[in-house]
């Protein structure tokens, strides 16, 4: 009976430890405690420090609003510090690229989602990357594209991949017409962007688009005279999402059917999808002056939630 109690014991004894160890591994894995629904990256200056630098930072927070990290401080550049303006992540390798607008950076920062590994990634061959709007990463976590600024505030979108790091542009911008928010297919087929068109003697119009990874192959699925920001493939390929006159809508990827999600006095802005396209996350302005809330909502129109309301300059990244 004693040597029978006794294995029981070291038993229990031998599955704590590894429960205990698993656990742990998994918090090196991330560097930070995982929310059991999930996790968001998003970028703001909500810092005492960034807004003494002029900077901003990525932070992570779960969908529950519990555990907000600082992962990635304010990067150092020249005299000074970055001001980032995207990022994407891609969960399979880890990967967090991050973009800056400015114009003496040539490249982007990489590192891992726990804000490991920072390094600067320059372009090996083609195109510049300075200063950069939107940065996306491809479903195989290698091929690229960034809306990248040419000349008189017109922005172009150049492509290329982390492992040989050659660019190119694959839409040039002109005095009419410039090309935003870009982003992949899940398939990783095609893209979509914005056309922001700018006419002589005409009104500002946009139109949402679909080409080849190439640009080639354009077909425009949606055109409007409201002003189109922010768009977001889902990952089951069914909608896209994206902010039409201030509000979150999605459409079909065939131009067939448009639904408008959102109410919010304000506007909202960077619609981001759940990995198993059933939620949308987004920014939107607080009654708090200074203030701009994390939200989520079901992406069938219902049950809107805030993730939490943080000072200062909000961006929403991705999900992890």
Known sequence: MRGSARLRKDIVTLYLIVVTSILWLDQIGTGVPRSAEGELLFISDTDAIDA?????????????????KRILGSIPHGEGYLRISDIDCHAESQSLVIASGRHDLNGFHHALLDGSKLHLDRPAAGELLTSLKQIALAPDGIALIVSRQYRESRYGLVSGDLASRA?????????ERAYISP?????GGSIA????KRA????????????APDGRGERVIYDTPLTLTDVAWSPDGKWIAATIGGQLHKLRPDGGELRRLSHHQG???DPRWSPDSRRISYVAPSSYPGFNQLMVMDADEGNIRRV????????????V
């Open 308 to 319: 939490a309301n943080i000072r200062g300059q909000v961006v929403n990244g991705c999900w």
């Open 167 to 175: 660019y190119r542009t694959i839409k040039s911008p002109s005095t």
């Open 183 to 187: 982003d992949w297919s899940p398939d």
């Open 200 to 211: 002589p003697d005409a009104r500002p119009s946009y139109a949402l688009a679909i080409a």
């Open 52 to 68: 003494g630098r002029e900077s901003n930072s990525v932070y992570r927070i779960g969908l529950d609003g519990s555990g907000m």
């Open 267 to 269: 506007g909202i802005s």
């Open 193 to 196: 962007y914005i056309v922001a």
